[in-house]
């Protein structure tokens, strides 16, 4: 069995953390380099119930793809959330390793497995990292539909095969507007909307959109179409490409991991009321 430095190293070779945005927090926040790892357990939050989870599954090594500590913290008390995540791991002898703006940007990254969660044929980087001469790596993916369809069809396409949330799909956009080409980013993408724009896209599909970016956006003289999914649902799809990406360093080490997808779903929003639409607006009460 290998030993969870020797796990880390593969991971970090994976997922560079010198790759990382400078204001990140990625990497291993708690774990013996020595102690031997049998099975992984791959989550995108580091949250109570998925240290619960890899205590029942009699896991080694969690892999999240959100930090647990992102702006630091002076304190483990157990009395907090974190804190208690932390005493749950370590009293388990379980570690915790961190791929987060590194694994968004590598090749393969967390919008690919998006992109491949659409069944979409990706064409290349949205924002390109300079840093790579064959342009594979970088932000975002560009996409291409194999037949066009309406963006209502697109919406529901996305509807349908990512992980269900009680958010579900917004759309900003004529639902009957043709679409061939996409953008689509995993997490939150309202920052994007410049490159999206130059790149010529019909829609773009990310998490996270705020009203004013989206109006902004949708008010220009070429408005964008815009998909709006939960945050955990456009990510969720790299867990399991990372554990086939760890499955086929196992087999090639030999060491035998046994990884698993954690399916919990950790978005925090956990119901949704439809809106009713009122008789006129002029009837509504003040």
Known sequence: MPRLSEVIAALDALWPPSRAEQWDAV??????????VTR???????????????????????ITHHPLYLRGTTTVE?????????????????????????????DPGVSDALAGALDLRITGPLVPDPTDPEGRRGLG???????PETLREFAARAAAWLPPTAQGIRVAGDPD???RRVAVSGGSGDSLFEQVRAAGVDVFLTADLRHHPVSEARETSR???????AHWATEWPWCEQAAAQLDAISERHGWGLRTHVSHTVTDPWTAHAPSVTPPSISGAPN
Not at 141 to 147: A, K, N
């Open 27 to 36: 990497g291993t926040v708690c774990g013996d380099p020595d102690a031997e």
């Open 40 to 62: 992984v357990l791959l989550a995108v939050d580091p949250v109570q119930e998925i240290a619960d989870e890899a205590v029942k599954l009699g896991a080694d090594l969690i």
């Open 78 to 106: 157990a009395g907090t959330f974190k804190g208690r995540v932390v005493h749950t791991l370590i009293k388990n002898d379980i570690a915790l390793h961190v791929a987060h703006t590194n694994a968004d940007t590598a």
């Open 141 to 147: 993916r560009i996409c291409e539909l194999d037949h």
């Open 177 to 179: 507007m043709p679409v």
């Open 223 to 229: 408005p964008l179409a815009l998909v709006d999914a």
